[in-house]
């Protein structure tokens, strides 16, 4: 069966461009978030086998998101997503939860290579 993934991420062209690498790999897209409190919103309502979270968004960063997951599903698997490859954020992220880590601009393979690892 498809695994579920909720996309995450400020940028419209960055959630469209995630869902076709997505799609065309036999993932489903149960769901887009335009900020982290969407986000977590989305999470409980969607409950998606993964999430793809953008760090850097408006409202609620993808870091604080990711930890309101964590805490409300222990067990969520979350990839973060940043162009800012700033080792600080990764290893926050990683602390917080997160599964694994992609950097922008987006190499389709390493996408798929990060989904599958996390999820199959």
């Known amino acids: 069966m498809a695994k579920n993934i909720l996309i995450c991420d400020d940028a419209a062209f960055m959630r469209m461009m995630i869902k076709d690498i997505l799609t065309k790999n036999g993932y489903n897209v149960a769901g887009e978030a335009e900020n982290g409190a969407k986000a977590v919103e989305q999470y409980n309502l969607l409950k998606p086998d993964l999430v793809l979270m953008d760090i850097t968004m408006p409202e609620m960063d993808g870091i604080q ?56």
Not at 69 to 87: F, H, L, R, T, Y
Not at 108 to 119: G, H, P, W
């Open 65 to 120: 998101a990711l930890k309101k997951i964590k805490e409300s599903d222990p067990g969520a698997m979350v990839i973060m997503c940043s162009a800012m490859g700033q080792q600080a954020m990764v290893i926050e992220s990683i602390q917080s939860g997160a599964k694994d880590f992609i950097v922008k601009p987006f190499q389709a393979d390493r996408v798929i290579e990060a989904v599958k690892k996390v999820v199959g």
